[in-house]
């Protein structure tokens, strides 16, 4: 996941088990900031990471751990229920809410910012913040109409990150997403096909010499400079693409990360400037 405006993005380890970790990473310098971990899911595809990189929005789902919350606002308390799932603000690496919604489940939620400080919220009806994590620093505005509430984001996501859906699509295929990169004749595509759940989605580059697979790619994108990135198992890689075939460097390897508990920083429960 990478900001629009600044030359960070943040890696989503995934693993062991059901653990989830947090990472940023200066795409610039290509150095890496370990941050917290989670134990439940994390939905990478119903996150973002504001334009300056400064705020991640996230959605948490916890399964059969419930988190209690007490729903209260400025109209007095309400009935103290318990939420397996939450939309959250905080800032990368870490996962401490600055901002909080509860869910409930896991149709809808998350999340995308729209402007360095504007978050549009995929909640529905649900949209009520949580008492203690209010958006004190956020304008947020929250969809209407009908959505697909068990792909709400990703539509929003990608077009907002310079990704053009393909019209035409072959049989099997649900959606197919076309990025060009400035100065660069080549595109990445991503297909997704029908498949269990959100289905199963495959990425390859199109070139002036033809189209090039890229095997076992879970996440691809392009960053500022124009590189190709991209994960694969536990690795992060870069590549250039030399005469049509992308050519790869591994920038690093998360494989050997266990779980462990980390407190976040002050910092990390302040919000950015404006």
Not at 102 to 124: E, I, N, Q, S, Y
Not at 166 to 192: H, I, N, Y
Not at 249 to 254: E, K, M, P, R
Request: hydrophobic content about 35%.
């Amino acid at each position: 996941m990478l900001a629009r405006d600044a030359d960070v993005g943040v890696v989503f380890r995934r693993g062991p088990a059901r653990w989830v970790r947090v990472i940023r990473w200066d795409t610039r310098q290509d150095a890496f900031d370990a941050g917290q971990w989670f134990h439940g899911r994390i939905y990478e595809e119903r996150c973002d990471l504001s334009p300056d990189g400064e705020l991640l929005v996230y959605f948490a789902y916890k399964g059969h751990r419930p988190v209690a919350f007490d729903d209260r606002d400025d109209d007095g308390p309400h009935l103290r229920t318990h939420r397996e799932s939450w939309t959250a603000v905080s800032r990368p690496p870490w996962l401490t809410a600055l901002a909080l919604w509860p869910k409930g489940d896991t149709w809808m939620g998350g999340g995308v910012f729209t402007g360095r400080r504007a978050l549009l919220l995929f909640h529905g009806y649900e949209n009520r913040s949580h008492a203690e994590h209010r958006p004190t620093r956020l304008r947020v505005a929250c969809i209407d109409g009908p959505v697909d509430v068990t792909r709400p984001v990703r539509p929003k996501l990608l077009e907002t990150h310079g990704w053009e859906r393909r019209s035409e699509r072959a049989p099997g295929v649900t959606e197919c997403w076309a990025k060009r990169v400035t100065g660069s004749t080549a595109a990445l595509v991503r297909t997704t096909r029908e498949g269990r759940r959100d289905g199963r989605t495959t990425w390859h580059l199109e070139t002036a010499q033809g189209e090039v697979p890229l095997p076992d790619v879970r996440c691809a994108d392009f960053d500022r400079p124009g590189r190709l990135v991209f994960t694969r198992g536990a690795g992060l890689f870069a590549a250039q693409l030399v005469g049509g075939a992308p050519v790869e460097q591994q920038l690093a390897d998360f494989d050997a990360m266990r779980p462990e508990r980390i407190e976040s920083p002050p910092e990390a429960r302040a919000w950015p400037s404006p």
